[in-house]
């Protein structure tokens, strides 16, 4: 009986160790299979509105790709295609919102024709500056606009970078009046090219591609593009002589990311947070570049090329602002989107503009003062 036990009791133990290596190698397998799907690379496309390794923006879309896919361990892999390569420039909004690719790159007041409010969200004439934008998209209420502007579209946008204030733009006469904006046929889309039309002008929105080819043959008299390191880049002094400036058109110019929305709910939630996280990054850089190289870019057109840069005459901008002000009033009225997005923006503006004549204002007028 005795022995009987002890051959019960060893049976027991033995079949007591197969049932733990049975579970041990399950959930062996179950981490297995889910360090499997972790590792599994999703592979997407970016389609863009700039051209290829174009300065600034078009590094920049790169950059962004390059970063999601770092930080991700390769886990998620984009490919970037600069304007024509895979839809037009100016289809990047159709191509994404129908999920011919996961991710665009370019600018929203591109898409005014389908939707005018979204040129809000790349500029305003007079408007916010590059930080002041960032902080009503993060805080002031935009963000969510935003987002509820392009949910119909199957859409997620987000701000992935900014140039700053832009110049006035290249002219091949001087520009001394409103006058001599009347007949005048400058690329400027968005809202600057609805106040353009109020001063007499003609508005021709081309994208970036387009631009220097346009401006050599005569299509156009006039462009503004960005600012010195984009327009040395493109050549823009071979074709016009006279450089403007400011940009009144252009004080802080978003440049967008847009996700497919269902292409980025299905991602896993760590990969979501990764790509968030890279366009903020991406959003951060971009205004870095362009604030660390434009002044040794206009040195060069200067001295190099010899652009005449000059300055709005006052009494022109008094006068741009006026109309400015006239037009965006009028554009927003003219749809219930347009007016709650522009309401949100004006109310922030005058609060920023109140705190920055305390601020930035006051401490960068106390530094220029002798």
Same mark, same amino acid.
């Given at each position: 009986?005795?022995?009987?036990m002890v051959m019960g009791k060893l049976a027991f133990a033995g079949l007591f160790a197969l ?19 972790? @590792?599994?690379?999703?592979?997407? =496309? #970016? ?12 590094? $920049? +879309? ?29 289809e990047v909004f159709d191509a994404v919102s129908r999920g011919t690719a996961q991710m665009g ?46 949910a119909p579209f199957n859409l997620i946008p987000m701000a992935a970078g900014n140039p700053g ?13 409103? @006058?001599?904006?009347?007949?005048? =046929? #400058? ?12 001063? $007499? +002008? ?116 008094? @006068? ?51």
């Amino acid at each position: 009986m005795r022995k009987l036990m002890v051959m019960g009791k060893l049976a027991f133990a033995g079949l007591f160790a197969l049932l733990l290596v049975a579970c041990g190698g399950s959930e062996k397998a179950e981490d297995t299979a889910q360090a499997e799907q972790k @590792a599994e690379t999703i592979h997407w =496309k #970016m389609v863009t509105t700039w051209p290829k390794n174009y300065p600034g923006l078009g590094t $920049g +879309a790169q950059a962004l790709a390059d970063n999601i896919k770092l930080m991700s361990n390769g886990r998620l892999d984009i490919k970037v295609y600069a304007a024509g390569e895979l839809v037009p420039a100016l289809e990047v909004f159709d191509a994404v919102s129908r999920g011919t690719a996961q991710m665009g790159h370019g600018a929203s007041y591109y898409w005014k024709g389908k939707v005018p409010a979204a040129q809000f969200f790349t500029t305003v004439p007079f408007g916010l500056t590059a930080q002041e934008f960032n902080s009503w998209v993060a805080y002031g209420g935009g963000q969510e606009l935003w987002d509820e502007l392009y949910a119909p579209f199957n859409l997620i946008p987000m701000a992935a970078g900014n140039p700053g204030v832009q110049m006035g733009g290249w002219f091949n006469k001087e520009i001394n009046s409103l @006058a001599d904006f009347q007949g005048l =046929k #400058m690329r400027m889309p968005g809202l600057g090219g609805e106040v353009l039309k109020k001063v $007499g +002008a003609m508005p021709v929105n081309l994208p970036g591609g387009e631009v220097f080819t346009a401006l050599q043959t005569g299509t156009i008299d006039a462009t503004e593009w960005v600012g010195p390191y984009n327009d040395l880049a493109f050549g823009l002094y071979k074709a016009a002589k006279y450089y403007y400036y400011p940009g009144w058109h252009e004080p802080g110019s978003a440049v967008e990311a847009i996700f497919n929305k269902d292409a980025f709910e299905a991602l896993p939630e760590d990969l979501q947070a990764i790509a968030r996280t890279a366009v903020k990054q991406a959003n951060l850089d971009m205004i870095n570049e362009f604030t660390a190289r434009n002044n040794a870019a206009l040195q060069t057109l200067i001295n190099e090329h010899h652009v005449v840069l000059k300055a709005y005459p006052a009494d022109l901008l008094s @006068a741009l602002k006026k109309a400015s002000y006239e037009t965006i009033a009028e554009v927003a009225a003219q749809d219930p989107q347009s007016q709650k997005v522009y309401d949100s923006f004006k109310t922030f503006l005058g609060s920023v503009s109140a705190w920055h004549d305390v601020s930035e204002r006051a401490f960068i007028n106390a530094r220029a003062a002798e």
